[in-house]
């Protein structure tokens, strides 16, 4: 496993979380860093020690090295606790550190991405820049773990997992995966059905609205269970399933992302988005196969 690590209570979450729901793993342990600017403390205070631009420079890197090791080490320290084993990864980026993540599941090819997720400016409802932005690139599987309550960190202690199905072969593959990550788990499947637009038809809207229209009765597995809302939208879908994950005590909730072909990229439907906002479980998100 890849697990974005930045020290925050956040990704101390993650770790704690990610390891109830898949024990005994191996995590690399990823730390991305940045030299802090001119502006920073440790600037102003080696600026006294350097004897010129470039020396001050080298001894900021330096430092900003040495601090990234050791929220690492931190790291790698949690992870074991956990029962995993693990391992640390220090890399220096220039922002962009949900890209870089995706850069590096990419070449790691790990079974999973773990991140954390703060929230956006400090809103609730709203998953973190970093975490978005490595669900929208990355081509393996991102476990995006939110701030939690107390019910709901227990309920990844043995909860079942839940598979927001669509009726697509996304969705099924998604299945597989979640099968193969948490294994001797209870798997639920459920679909949402949305109430008729302007008196027509009732369509068939899961997690995926692009897809309505095109799904069969055969495209769904015969266990799923269809749940109903009386609302139209992607945080009607979110909540039907965030309300249905609270009552079986679900310990995670699972969906298939969608690639767009144009500039290669990954990204959600706006159902997966709201799920991913307001669901209240870590919420695993299955890119397609490539």
């Excluded at 020396?55 to 790291?75: F, I, K």
């Amino acid at each position: 496993m890849l697990l974005g690590f930045d020290g925050s209570h956040a990704a101390m979450t993650a770790v704690s979380i990610a390891a109830e729901l898949m024990p005994l793993r191996h995590a690399r342990v990823a730390h991305l860093w940045t030299a802090p600017g001119a502006d920073s403390t440790m600037h102003r205070r080696l600026a006294r020690r350097a004897w010129n631009g470039d020396h001050l420079w080298r001894l900021v890197r330096q430092e900003a090295a040495s601090t990234a090791n050791s929220v690492a080490a931190r790291g790698v320290t949690l992870a074991e606790a956990a029962g995993w084993t693990a391992e640390p990864f220090v890399h220096e980026v220039h922002g962009g550190e949900g890209l870089a993540l995706a850069e590096l599941a990419e070449r790691f090819r790990p079974a999973v991405v773990v991140v954390g997720s703060r929230g956006a400016r400090g809103l609730p409802g709203l998953f973190s820049s970093v975490s978005r932005t490595t669900v929208n690139y990355s081509s393996t599987p991102v476990l995006v773990v939110p701030p939690l309550l107390a019910e709901e960190r227990a309920a990844a202690v043995g909860g079942a997992v839940m598979i927001a199905h669509d009726g697509s072969p996304a969705a099924d593959r998604a299945r597989v995966v979640a099968a193969d990550l948490f294994r001797d788990r209870l798997q639920l499947v459920r679909y949402v059905e949305t109430p008729a637009i302007f008196g027509g038809p009732s369509p068939r809207v899961a997690i995926e609205p692009e897809v309505a229209g095109r799904i069969s009765e055969e495209g769904l597995p015969p266990e799923t269970v269809k749940l109903a809302t009386e609302e139209f939208g992607p945080r009607s879908v979110a909540d039907t399933l965030a309300e249905e994950a609270a009552a079986q005590d679900v310990g995670v909730i699972v969906v298939a992302s969608r690639r767009r072909s144009t500039l290669r990229e990954r990204l959600l439907g706006s159902n997966a988005r709201a799920l991913l906002r307001h669901g209240h479980r870590a919420v695993l998100v299955v890119p397609p196969d490539t």
